[in-house]
């Protein structure tokens, strides 16, 4: 009798194991994401790119069962105004408790640190600055879609006009996050987490001072979630203050944070390619973000 209480209780322990796992993130599908949409050519504002890219995430959020908003907002860039348009995914919406992922999808329209300086306004590829942060959230999205999670339902916010600014000049990056946290479309959630440059190969991500300093919690608990699935990549140091995605949230008191590999030596250049970045660095945000998401409390 002994013996069969103990195996009950194994049964038990184990079905409680089997229902509380967090389900598995494919790197290769995300990888894939990247390939993608860097054949649509580069996603500056007004490019051909950029609405194909557009058309291919919404329709990939549709697929999966989101409901799917576009934000439209037009911003100042270098004097001239830019049409821009967000675009929101919500899944189970019935749900109270809410988690934000964000990551831009448009590119920098010039690759002003390249070495050479005849390619200084090409429009840059753009696979780890901004295809890479897409790429995650895209098969999170998947991954979600099937899953339900016990605590929190999930929005995924898609940013344009993040990547056009000056250089020195704050406000003029991340156009779309601005007009978002202005404008916001949706409850507010209880972590916004933003991705932004995870998929280089040498995977290098401090934390960010502004996010660390204002959320030190959130930012606590995801490097933690990340050193316990044995992804050392995470780094428990400050090396800059990033205006990214984040802040205008931030600034509205939202719970936010950023994950950036600012440690890129080929950012703003045209050999940002497909072949600088891994899945292996893509599974390390994916996993690690999933384990937020379907935290049991
Ligand atoms: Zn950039």
């Not at 009950?8 to 184990?14: A, F, P, Q």
């Not at 998929?199 to 502004?210: L, S, T």
């Not at 995801?222 to 990214?244: C, R």
């Amino acid at each position: 009798m002994k013996k069969l209480i103990v195996s009950t209780l194994g049964c038990i322990m184990v079905l409680v194991a089997c229902s509380t796992a967090t389900p598995n993130f494919d790197q290769d599908k995300a990888f894939a994401h990247i390939t993608a949409q860097c054949a649509f050519g580069p996603r500056n504002p007004g490019s051909d790119g950029i609405e194909l890219c557009r058309d291919y995430l919404i329709s990939a959020l549709k697929v999966l069962g989101a409901t799917v908003t576009e934000q439209p907002f037009v911003a100042s860039v270098q004097q001239d105004s830019v049409a821009g348009t967000n675009i929101i995914a919500s899944f189970y919406p019935q749900m109270s408790r809410r988690i934000l992922l964000g990551a831009h999808y448009d590119t920098r329209p010039w690759a002003d640190k390249d070495p050479d300086a005849s390619l200084h306004n090409t429009p840059i590829p753009g696979a780890n600055d901004g295809a890479s942060g897409v790429a995650v959230l895209l098969e999170i999205a998947r991954v979600v879609s099937r899953t339900q999670p016990q605590q929190f339902g999930l929005d995924i916010v898609f940013f344009d006009l993040e990547d056009s600014g000056s250089y020195g000049d704050n406000i003029s990056w991340c156009l779309g996050s601005q007009y978002f946290a202005d404008n916001m479309p949706i409850n507010e959630p209880e972590k916004a987490i933003i991705v932004d440059m995870i998929g280089d190969k040498n995977q290098n991500i401090h934390m960010d001072y502004f996010s660390y300093h204002n959320h030190p919690i959130l930012v606590k608990e995801l490097w933690e979630t990340a050193h316990e699935l044995g992804f050392n990549s995470f780094k428990s140091t400050i090396k800059q203050a990033i205006f990214d995605d984040h802040y205008p949230l931030i600034q509205k008191g939202i719970n936010a944070a950023v994950i950036i590999d600012f440690d890129y030596p080929l950012w703003h250049t045209m050999a940002d390619e497909p072949s600088a970045c891994s899945p292996a660095s893509l599974e390390a945000i994916g996993e690690t973000l999933l384990h937020i998401i379907y935290a049991t409390q």
